[in-house]
């Protein structure tokens, strides 16, 4: 009678292991995104490989019953150009979260739920990464040591707010942010507000999807974001894309206002590119961004007054 009990036992062990593995996942995700680029920054060209952010993650759910769920977002960042790992192993995001009919409660290292509510969706092209990245808008929120709050969607709206801890570290003071996301259709809207110290910033953005048009605007006013003490400055930019089959066409103009207090800080970025979609993961793209600076401005260049422009023919590959 004891080996029909241990079999019995063995057997209730396997099912509640299964029942257990059922209600959780741990999925690995990542993209790999490298161009060829003819790069020019002032008077000085450069020609080599760029890495556009690559990444790669692991997240994980796991159901706890009654509408309750427990979640992890773990993605480290490394160079595709060269395989260097980041310096911080999972720099780019580190969070844990609970979930359920209350909305989801967010703590860890997790990018600004304001920039993903405005800039970041006017950025279509190549997902506001590399040098054709967004180089105008102030990114004000400190990511690290963060408790955030996020609502559940109520009638197409939901709100998430954050504060970043300082920890006690000599000057440092707390980073709230804060945005809101309202979808009605083909129409989305979105706004952000962030403050750290004397830096802050508030933004507002529209998206809208008509057939194979996408159109997308951001308005934001920061106040001293790139420059320490330089007062309220206004920026802008809209973003147009048109879907032909595998085709992508995109075309995307910024505009950065001068600061109060510095004369002859405006600059414009305007992008022009291409993408083809080879599968639903892999798509072949190319670019054309450039940069224009007034004398005292250094947007994606860190030099006063010098120019940055660059061509690009890149691949994309999301697992």
Do not use: C, W
């Amino acid at each position: 009678m004891q080996k029909p009990s241990h079999l019995l036992l063995a057997l209730l062990a396997v099912v509640g292991s299964s029942a257990a593995l059922a209600q959780s996942s741990v999925t690995l995700y990542g993209r790999l995104n490298t161009s060829v680029e003819h790069q020019k920054i002032g008077d000085a060209t450069v020609n080599g490989l760029a890495n556009n952010s690559s990444r790669f993650g692991f997240k994980g759910v796991e159901d706890l019953g009654g509408g309750l769920k427990a979640g992890f977002v773990l993605e480290s960042g490394f160079d595709s150009s060269s395989g260097a790992a980041a310096k911080s192993f999972f720099g780019r995001q580190s969070e844990v979260n609970l979930s359920g009919g209350f909305g989801m409660l967010r703590l860890g290292n997790m990018p600004a739920a304001s920039n993903d509510a405005t800039a970041d969706i006017v950025s279509m092209h190549n997902h506001d990464t590399g040098s054709s990245a967004d180089a105008l808008y102030a990114y004000v929120m400190r990511d690290v040591n963060k408790v955030s709050y996020r609502t559940p969607v109520m009638g197409g709206l939901d709100v998430e707010a954050a504060v970043s801890l300082h920890e006690q570290a000599t000057g440092a003071k707390n980073a709230f942010d804060l945005a809101a996301n309202y979808n009605l259709g083909a129409l989305g809207l979105g706004a952000g507000y962030t403050k750290l110290g004397d830096i802050n910033q508030f933004a507002l953005r529209a998206s809208y999807t008509m057939g194979p048009f996408v159109a997308a605007a951001y308005y934001q006013r920061d106040e001293n974001g790139f420059v320490v003490d330089g007062g309220k400055r206004d920026t802008f930019r809209v973003s147009g894309a048109y879907m032909m089959g595998a085709s992508e066409f995109h075309l995307n103009v910024g505009h950065a206002g001068k600061y109060k207090n510095v004369a002859d800080s405006s600059a414009t970025q305007y992008t022009i590119a291409y993408n083809y979609n080879l599968s639903k993961r892999t798509k072949l793209y190319t670019y054309y961004t450039k940069v224009d600076n007034k004398v005292n401005a250094s947007y994606g260049t860190g030099v006063d007054g010098a120019d940055f422009s660059s061509f690009a023919l890149g691949v994309r590959h999301n697992f």
